[in-house]
């Protein structure tokens, strides 16, 4: 594929993105969906105009390394202090559940031990950026049930990441037969870098004390914004770097990267310029074209013998959560109304989903009949969160 036809396939799918994502925003749903099925009527599904090659691949990789930067950035760890320890229990009980629903149901339906523990680790999920926006325009973002909600979802996507990487770690090695030999390197490997994480991160928020506003007068004294927002990449992209060097998968070194290097080293005014810059470029360019091209990837053909799959982890996935959620509520002490609300919302899986989907899909965890099933599964419970939370917020 020349630069011809690479510019073309990015024209005609973010052209096709943009227009369907902005319908289905109009009709108050998240624009993920029109996106991807933009990539369905042009990739080979329907029409056939485009089709996925090398250099759409190499775009593909490079969105999900802006896109889970923008997931960390997005998360506001004070968040998790308003809402305290029960976040914490929701969080927990929301996971364990639909994680053990999926890997059960996949072992029933006779798929591998690391095909299996994918997909409960799908059911697991909860979108931070798709919540927020669920939540922004049923207009409770900044109520108790929101905070709760988007304080839930920044656990889960943290414990769900973590549980991402000693699947990828199990499958980098022999995966034919659970070894608990390989199971302790990984957790090790990711323990070591998560100490390494946590370690930066204390420093980072110990220095301000330290040296007062250092960071940001650096920061203000840098004489262009793009040197600032470079500077932020650098670090993304270094720690990516490590995160794959001690054999973890690099979206890992984005995501914290995101979430470290935040308005406490940046300061407020330049923590939202950054916000500004990346939201424009990942929403804007980035994230529709990403969806896109796992529309081009979907295959409606394959479907055709795991259809009853495809529902069964749906409805479960859907139950499962809003199960799990509920049940954290009522220890938490909220109203049936709450708990029925909070854990209803919690199953929008969206970006997180998809994009550990294209990375599973990429690594060969997951065939194209797997990856078309987990992408509708994403699409579907993304797009009826909100039909079914708004009965129970209504009652409140």
């Known amino acids: 594929m020349d630069l011809t036809e690479i510019f073309f396939a990015i024209v005609i799918l973010l052209a096709g993105a943009k227009i369907l994502g902005e319908l289905f925003r109009k009709l ?45 950035l997005e998360m506001n760890l004070s968040e998790i202090r308003k809402t305290g320890k029960y976040a914490l ?9 639909p994680f053990f629903i999926g890997y059960q149901l ?10 299996s523990l994918f997909i409960g680790l799908l059911l697991s999920v909860t979108s931070v950026p798709v919540s927020a926006m669920i939540l922004r325009e049923l207009g409770i973002l900044k109520t108790k049930i929101g905070t709760t909600v988007i304080s839930v979802a920044i656990i889960d996507d943290i414990i769900s990441l973590i549980i991402l990487a ?63 927002f470079g500077i932020f990449i650098v670090v993304a992209i270094t720690l990516s770097l490590i995160a794959d060097l001690v054999g973890l998968h690099f979206i890992l070194g984005a995501f914290f990267a995101g979430l470290i290097f935040s308005k406490k080293i940046l300061g407020n005014k330049e923590s939202d310029k950054t916000y500004g810059t990346m939201s424009g470029m990942t929403f804007g360019f980035i994230a529709p074209l990403f969806f896109a091209i796992i529309g081009i990837k979907f295959s409606a053909q394959s479907l055709e013998n795991y259809i009853p799959f495809l529902i069964l982890l749906v409805i479960l996935g859907i139950f499962g959560k ?75």
């Open 28 to 72: 108050k749903q998240p624009s993920l969906g029109g996106e991807i099925l933009a990539g369905i009527i042009l990739g080979p599904t329907l029409f056939g105009i485009v089709q996925i090659s090398d250099g759409l691949e190499l775009i593909s990789t490079i969105a999900i390394f802006f896109v889970m930067l923008f997931i960390g």
């Open 89 to 97: 229990l929701i969080s927990i009980t929301s996971l364990i559940i």
């Open 106 to 115: 996949s072992v029933v339906f006779g798929l591998e031990l690391i095909e």
């Open 166 to 228: 000693i699947i990828l770690q199990l499958h980098a090695a022999d995966h034919a037969s659970f070894n608990f030999e390989e199971l302790g390197i990984s957790i090790f490997q990711i323990s070591v870098y998560l100490i390494g994480i946590t370690f930066l991160a204390f420093i980072v928020y110990r220095i301000d004390n330290w040296f007062p506003k250092r960071f940001e007068l650096f920061f203000e004294k840098a004489k262009t914004h793009e040197a600032k």
């Open 322 to 396: 809003t199960f799990g959620g509920f049940l954290g509520t009522k220890i938490s002490k909220f109203s049936n109304m709450q708990g029925f609300a909070i854990s209803a919302l919690l199953n929008g899986r969206g970006t997180v989903g998809l994009t550990i989907t294209a990375v599973a899909y990429a690594l060969g965890i997951l065939d194209i009949v797997l990856f078309s099933v987990c992408v509708l599964i994403c699409v579907i419970t993304t797009m009826v969160t909100p039909v079914i939370a708004k009965p129970f917020l209504k009652k409140i």
